[in-house]
């Protein structure tokens, strides 16, 4: 009895640390298209990549550092600050040796969800399903010298000490230059134009408030982020303020509020927005598709897009942004897309986007 | 009867109160201070007395309440920083009261309004500015003072000389034909304050752009933009690019710098080019593959 102890003691240890040591398998083989595909992205979603490409069938033709740069996001991008929140899986079509399945990713973001739609072709490699990942090649851009004259503007303000006649600089001159309010189901939507009239930079908003027909403030809101907060002389910003359940036709005027505040800025970089053309997408919605190019030298970290639409009498009718989830490297367009309204596209005559930048470095 | 005998009693008090106050009256200039109606801030004040013994003076200003006891019979001297502020005093001693007022020194400071600090070029009656006049101890003063407006822009000084009216002279002048800042001077006496107001370009006059190949597509590019006025229009302000062929528009919201803007369109063999910059639009450019 004294020695039974002992021994069952030492098994015990034995097997407990066995158990702690020896992990289940959790890269068990796909055994289904769509199940190929869920895995992968279940590993993504916990960052393991190394896992996630054991599910790729074309591991030969892409490196696992550049299949994770597609996946996480590099170069300081929106993808970056995301984590994968769920992955959707549709079988779109499948025969005995191949499927196209149609995953809907929503990405957590910083900026707030952010969906992104892959058909990924499944091939089944002996018994096992797995991916064939489209292989993406990650844009290089040549050593060279870009020359850059930087435009910089700074402000030097009234000091606590100056007497009391002594004048500060004034703000920017904005003006809205157009402004009208579309119903949408139960909301009311302000869109419109901004411009900075001065030949100095400005940080502009625009807020709004709706009254009612009895006189009464039925709501106030801003445009957040749905405007180019910093205009440069001549510069026009789209805007937009969504007034949610207040419907239309409650309302008996808008006071809208442009507001602007003298700023430091500098005039770089430009951006191109490149072969701008409306487009229905896989799932029959109208896009506005195109591609960003930066035609300087520094990244653009996180560029967001804001398109105008225009009806046939030029006034502004809708108002949509988007934010690309991959940094522009200079001189690499990156395409961007961002949604049109179904009911209104066909009442779109003309369109504008603009970008919105922001860099996690400035390159001065 | 009782009427008449009443207006008469009326009467008759009436007379007997006027004399009392005409007693009075005689009895209070007699002993009036001697004090001269107005005195020169910061300049002092010498009060003649009579009698003898001790009394108690009191003077109350703007900011100013002073207790003390004098020698009567002997010159109360009121220091001159106890007369810094301007207003009305009132000096009581032994019983007596009399009022002065203190009035602004000459002018030693300027408090200088000039608005607004951007202007377009070549605009009359643009530029505004108020000179506020003050002594050595900020007491406005009232007094006319002249007070000369200089606006110096590009080598040309354009002069005014405005008298001022409680204490505040303006001007209203024009912006000169040339951008660039200009420097606003009010003067007075010895005081004298700058400010600068900028003298802008206005919107482009016109656009006019050219268009070549390039290693990455079309490079698009403007002569000199200028306003009307033949300024330069400031670096920085948008120049929008946009190409439109078979594949799309592509737009480039350029930046004019060194006083042109240029942007690279995307290469097509058939697109038409224009160019704006605000409401101001440019020439068009039907471009050709063989260009």
Redesign the interface.
């Known amino acids: 009895m004294k020695r039974i102890l002992p021994i069952v003691i030492i098994v015990l240890t034995v097997v407990l640390i066995a158990m702690a040591t020896i992990q289940p398998n959790s890269l068990s083989p796909a055994t289904s298209p769509d199940g190929a595909v869920r895995a992968l992205f279940d590993h993504v979603k916990a960052r393991d990549y190394k896992g996630a490409f054991a599910y790729v069938a074309n591991s030969g033709d892409m490196d696992e550092q550049a299949f994770a740069g597609d996946l996480a996001g590099r170069d300081g991008s929106l993808r970056t600050y995301s984590a994968l929140q769920q992955a959707d899986t549709r079988v779109l079509h499948a025969t005995d040796d191949q499927a196209l399945v149609r995953a809907t990713l929503e990405y957590a973001t910083a900026v707030g969800a952010f969906y992104d739609t892959r058909d990924l072709k499944v091939v089944k490699q002996g018994d096992r399903w797995k991916v064939d990942w489209p292989v993406v090649k990650e844009p290089k851009v040549p050593p060279q010298v870009i020359q850059e004259?930087y435009?910089r503007?700074d402000v030097i303000t009234r000091g606590s000490n100056d007497?009391?006649?002594?004048?500060?600089?004034?703000a920017p001159r904005v003006r809205i230059i157009s402004m009208n309010a579309i119903p949408q189901g139960p909301n009311t939507i302000i869109v419109g134009e901004i411009?900075n009239?001065?030949?100095?930079?400005g940080f502009v908003s625009v807020g709004a408030t709706l009254v009612g027909k009895n006189g009464d403030v039925l709501g106030e809101e801003t445009s957040f982020d749905k405007i180019s907060h910093t205009l440069?002389?001549?510069?026009?910003s789209p805007f937009r303020i969504d007034f949610p359940k207040v419907p239309l036709s409650t309302v008996k005027s808008v006071r809208m509020t442009p507001t602007s505040v003298l700023v430091p800025a500098s005039?770089?970089p430009?951006?191109?927005?490149?072969?701008?053309?409306v487009e229905t997408d896989a799932r029959g919605r109208h896009v506005l598709k195109?591609e960003l190019?930066n035609?300087s030298g520094v990244t653009v970290n996180i560029p967001h897009v804001l398109a105008t639409y225009y009806d046939a009498a030029g006034k502004v009718i809708w108002v949509s942004d988007g934010y690309v989830d991959n940094a522009l490297l200079p001189?690499t367009p990156v395409p961007f897309a961002v949604d049109l309204r179904d009911d209104l596209a066909s009442k779109v005559h003309n369109?504008?986007?603009?970008v919105n930048e922001y860099m996690l470095q400035q390159g001065e | 009867m009782k009427e008449i005998e009443g207006k008469v009693k009326f009467v008759g008090m009436m007379a007997i109160v006027l004399l009392l106050m005409c007693c009075f009256a005689i009895a209070t200039h007699a002993a009036e201070l001697n004090i001269p109606a107005t005195v020169t801030a910061g300049s002092g004040l010498t009060i003649p007395s009579s009698g003898s013994g001790n009394a108690t003076l009191y003077v109350v200003g703007p900011g100013t309440a002073i207790k003390r006891t004098v020698q009567l019979g002997q010159e109360i001297q009121l220091s001159a920083a106890e007369l810094q502020n301007a207003g009305r005093y009132v000096v009581s001693l032994d019983g007596n009261n009399a009022s002065f007022f203190v009035v602004a020194g000459p002018v030693q400071s300027?408090?200088?309004?000039?608005?607004?600090?951007?202007v377009p070029a070549d605009t009359p009656n643009v530029i505004t500015g108020t000179a506020?006049v003050f002594d050595k101890y900020q007491n406005l003063v009232l007094q006319p003072q002249p007070v000369t407006f200089e606006l110096t822009a590009d080598g040309q000084t354009v002069s005014r000389t405005e008298t001022t009216k409680n204490g505040v002279a303006f001007a209203k002048l024009d912006s000169s034909r040339k951008e660039g800042a200009a420097q606003f001077v009010a003067s007075s006496g010895s005081a004298s304050?700058r400010?600068v107001v900028?003298e802008?370009?206005s919107?482009p006059c016109s656009i006019r752009m050219t268009a070549v190949r390039d290693k990455?597509g079309i490079l698009a590019r403007t002569d000199p933009i200028h306003d009307c006025a033949g300024n330069p229009v400031?670096?920085?302000?948008?120049v929008t690019f946009t190409s439109t062929d078979a594949?799309?528009?592509?737009?480039?919201?350029?930046?004019i710098?060194?006083g042109i803007a240029q942007?690279?369109?995307?290469a097509s063999n058939d697109a038409t080019i224009s160019v704006a910059?605000?409401v101001v639009v440019g020439n068009e450019i039907q471009w050709r593959g063989a260009q």
């Open positions: 004259n435009l503007w007497d009391w006649g002594a004048q500060d600089v004034e411009e009239e001065d030949t100095v930079p440069l002389p001549k510069e026009i005039a770089d430009v951006i191109g927005v490149l072969h701008q053309r195109g190019m035609e001189e369109y504008r986007v603009t | 300027i408090a200088f309004l000039a608005r607004p600090s951007r506020f304050v400010r900028q802008v370009a919107d990455n400031p670096d920085g302000t948008i594949q799309g528009k592509s737009t480039v919201d350029a930046r710098k060194q942007a690279e369109l995307p910059s605000g």
